[in-house]
């Protein structure tokens, strides 16, 4: 294993610029425009002598997902390596399983890697020997044995190393590189069991079932399916009508529904209009109508339950809830009537909410919605309590109905990390009620001190905040900010709001509370690097449509992880590439010369010969 002696981090931190380390505990390093890797216990595992480095998946799906989020290796262990313009493959102990000889390094699955070379694809084993041969535009990731490839003319305004491609044919190989389905298909999807195909004549339609020995079988045409659930996956037709298929490509249901829903993993709830209203089905997994109704304005499945409407005049409905054979259960009485969790309903009349049973008792009379409904969405922690208003008191309650504890807090709202379904907090607050008027940001339509509370509903942040936003890109870290906002204009329909950015300054701050970026700036932005954008003087603009803030007339500079400022606040726009810094006076996404500063990541400022760079690849601040 080629590993450089273990320094503390700090030192490292001398030396190179540090990523941010991933969930395996690697970070990605740079220095001099090269590229390499350091674990948590500060040895150099790879170093900085590529001049690119990126996780290899299976998929491009998996592939971007840790790309985005920083991953070094793949979670299979191997990264991609680019060196003198070709790409390479190299393992955690950084040695090169593959030769940098290829334009590129598509995906590696089950001992085999699929790489583009002179042009074309193919696939080479972990000894660097040639299984499939470079004869394909692309072979895909490998599943149970198979895997889709296909041939296809290049476009002339694609390039070499990412070509664009049209008129696809497909056809299926296996992992010793034996063609056995010929490249005929415009159309070909590899189903979840690896050994079952869909195909079409036509592109991105798909009429036939194959099997990994050549036999065809035709099925109900279709366009596109949805992920598979189950076992199962919804599938859409021309004319918007929907049906569903088995992961061995049989489709159980033909695409001539308007609508198909999976329903407690046993059943579909499917719909078809008509003239004279809608007609509801349940449909088994072999195909067969158990159950059916043209009694309800409409029914709609949530968690495992079966919501129905009733109309009540001709622009009101009320909601009731229906067993699974398609009989009420619970009378229309509210709107709207949500799911909760543990066999627990939101519901709600004209003047009052409530937390009901699904016989309909109720339980707890509550202000607005439960602050949980995410977690029955992923379907965690069932047994643990809920948090909801009570005559505007905020309170735990546990499964059946009873308040177990009461916090101090005027409002409250969840954030999931996104990365783990189970990873979540609160953000809490202590001030007035909200002023709905003012866009949907929480720091701005609610007034008071932000704080943090974990999932076991444990203060971790005290409400010291007037800001407190999670980091888009680094779940260790939060936007915090300090001082009231000052509303300078607003228009008179509404659709736009000033806000000076003088009357709040922003900092950083990690989940002990600890200040990492100091809390003086007017505005922060993040970056893909382990560096934040800083703004001081100008102001912000609101946009409805968008739902987003846009500053405008300050000068930005760079603060590090640190919280040190690395590049003064004196440019009008920032922009980052690769292992340099552009400062500019001037927009720079205008293709004509301009003057700007470069600095390296550490916020070294470089002399002549400046770097180069091709504007439309700039990720400008």
């Avoid at 998946?57 to 971007?64: G, H, I, L, S, V």
């Avoid at 590696?108 to 074309?120: A, H, Q």
């Avoid at 293709?591 to 600095?599: C, G, K, W």
Wanted: hydrophobic residues 35%.
């Amino acid at each position: 294993m080629d590993i450089l002696s273990s320094q503390p981090l700090s030192e490292i931190e001398s030396q190179y610029y540090v990523g941010k380390f991933d969930k395996d505990e690697y970070a990605r390093i740079s220095r001099l425009d090269k590229y390499g890797v350091v674990n948590n216990k500060g040895e150099i595992v790879v170093p900085c002598i590529y001049d690119d480095i990126m996780p290899v998946e299976k998929d491009y799906n998996t592939f971007w997902r840790r790309n985005y989020e920083g991953y070094s290796f793949g979670s299979l262990g191997y990264s991609a390596v680019f060196k003198e313009g070709k790409w390479g493959v190299i393992n955690k102990q950084h040695q090169l399983i593959l030769k940098c000889n290829y334009d590129k390094i598509n995906t590696y699955s089950e001992g085999l890697f699929s790489v583009i070379k002179r042009k074309k694809c193919g696939c080479i084993s972990l000894s660097g020997e040639e299984i499939v041969p470079f004869v394909y535009e692309h072979v895909s990731g490998f599943n149970n044995g198979y895997a889709v490839c296909y041939c296809a003319e290049t476009a002339e305004y694609g390039n070499a190393h990412n070509p664009i491609h049209k008129n696809h044919r497909y056809g299926i190989i296996d992992n010793r590189g034996k063609k056995v389905v010929d490249t005929i298909y415009a159309a070909l999807q590899q189903l979840p069991t690896g050994v079952d195909f869909v195909a079409g004549e036509a592109p991105s339609s798909y009429s036939l079932r194959l099997d990994v020995y050549g036999k065809k079988f035709g099925i109900h045409e279709f366009e596109f399916n949805y992920h598979f659930v189950n076992g199962f996956a919804i599938i859409r037709a021309a004319g918007d009508k929907y049906g569903a298929m088995s992961e061995t490509g049989h489709v159980v249901i033909p695409p001539v529904y308007d609508s198909v829903a999976n329903f407690n993993n046993k059943f579909f709830l499917v719909n078809r209009k008509s003239d004279t209203g809608r007609q509801y089905f349940l449909i088994n997994n072999k195909g067969e109508i158990t159950h059916q109704t043209d009694q309800f304005n409409k029914i709609h499945q949530s968690n495992g339950y079966l919501f129905f409407d009733e109309k009540i005049t001709k622009y009101s409905v009320k909601e009731g809830l229906l067993n699974d054979g398609l009989n009420v259960m619970l009378p229309a009485q509210y709107y709207p009537l949500r799911f909760c969790r543990n066999g627990l309903l939101l519901a709600k009349d004209k003047a009052h909410s409530y937390l009901i049973t699904i016989s309909g008792d109720i339980l707890l009379e509550i202000k607005g919605w439960d602050i949980d409904s995410f977690k029955s969405w992923y379907k965690i922690e069932e047994e643990k309590s809920i948090l909801v208003f009570i005559d505007k008191q905020l309170s735990v309650v546990d499964s059946k109905g009873k308040v177990v504890k009461n916090l101090p807090y005027s409002f409250a709202s969840h954030h999931n990390m996104q990365l783990s379904p189970e990873d979540y907090f609160y953000k809490v607050l202590i001030g007035p009620e909200p002023d709905r008027t003012i866009g949907r940001s929480d720091w701005l339509s609610h007034s008071g001190k932000w704080g943090l509370l974990d999932k076991n509903f444990e203060e971790i942040i005290s409400p010291l905040y007037n800001r407190l936003s999670f980091s888009k890109k680094d779940n260790k870290v939060l936007i915090a900010g300090l001082g009231e906002n000052i509303f300078t204009t607003r228009d008179d329909d509404g659709l736009e709001v000033v806000v000076s950015a003088e009357g709040m300054k922003c900092g950083v701050i990690n989940f002990d509370n600890e200040i990492i970026v100091p809390v003086i700036y007017d505005w922060i932005e993040e970056t893909d690097y382990n560096l934040f954008v800083v703004y001081k003087g100008g102001k912000l603009f609101y946009d409805y449509e968008d739902d987003n803030w846009f500053f405008k007339d300050g000068k930005k500079g760079v603060v590090n992880a640190k919280g040190i400022e690395i590049i003064p606040t004196v440019y009008d726009f920032i922009s980052i590439r690769k292992s340099y810094i552009f400062g500019f006076e001037t927009d720079p996404s205008g293709y004509r010369s301009q003057v700007f500063d470069a600095f390296d990541l550490f916020g070294n400022k470089m002399s002549s010969p400046l770097p180069e760079f091709k504007h439309d690849q700039l990720s400008n601040f």
